[in-house]
């Protein structure tokens, strides 16, 4: 997706703020081609230190908060653009975006996910209603209207979508991720439904199991098989087209699959999830955690020095 060329995704975020973000992992942790334009004035550059997120007991500096969202964004396969959105504008089954570089995308579905800046959506249909002017004492002033998307983020235009401060629903950086996460699960359903999803086909809970062992007391082998015909295919739905179930059957199963973890697996992941985040901790921070002998092979290794 280089400079110049237009290119074709599912889902194009407009933000890589905790809305933007959150809206992109659960996009493309289903499957949908998803990029993140990450450019512009981003509002939690204002914040001087984040205290309330979660998991974070001491707080964590906003340096280090961008860094981690946006190597999780990435991590999740989609693709992740530092570059400012300059306009988006209608096109044939969805819309085009353009960068301040001169980069275009196409894309059937847009997340808006930038609080102080919605200028790039001036090139759409319905500019006066997204637009409420307001008169202060430094003159005139027009900004985009929170209330131009519904409480799930749906906007009157088909296929755009608006998320965390811009919907007036991010003066905590927790609920902006959070509205982000209902967004971009409003957007997975959406695309289950063309697939050929029913409705009660339509839940799928991300996160992964464990795989009991022969020491746990609780029962999770099953036929899973049985489990989809029973809570996915209620009375009214068994006479659907075959076809279509067994898609439908068939994909929902790959993901269970893929979700369910060994002791094996969850212990690579612990290691990888453990350096990623060591990676983006101070050298210091990390060996005052550290025994003295340990202290002094990691400085030599990263030529630090002496470590008091």
Known sequence: MGNGTESSVDVAVVGCGPAGCAAALCTARDGLDTVVFDGGDASIERCAY????PGFPAGIDVPTLRA??????????????????????DSEGGFRIETAAGRTVASERVVAATPLDADYLRGLD???AMFSTHVRETGTHQRFDGTYA??????????LSVAGGLAGRGDQVLLAAADGMRVGRRLV?????????????LPHKDWLRRIPDADDDWEEERDWDEWFDYHRLPDGEHGMDAERVERVR?????LVAAARLDDAAIEARTKRGQRRLAAHLDDEALLATLDDDVIDVYARERGLGAIE
Do not use: K, N, S
Not at 50 to 53: A, D, K, Q
Not at 69 to 80: F, G, I, M, N
Not at 150 to 159: E, H, L, M, N, S
Not at 250 to 254: F, M, V
């Open 50 to 53: 984040v205290e309330t997120y």
């Open 68 to 89: 981690l969202l946006r190597a999780h964004v990435e991590t999740a396969d989609a693709r992740l653009v530092r570059e400012r959105v300059a306009d988006v504008t």
């Open 126 to 128: 319905d500019e006066v």
């Open 150 to 159: 519904d409480a799930d983020g749906r906007t009157p235009i088909d296929g």
């Open 189 to 201: 359903h959406g695309a289950r439904r063309e697939f050929g999803y029913w409705e009660a086909a």
């Open 250 to 254: 068939e994909r929902e199963l790959t």
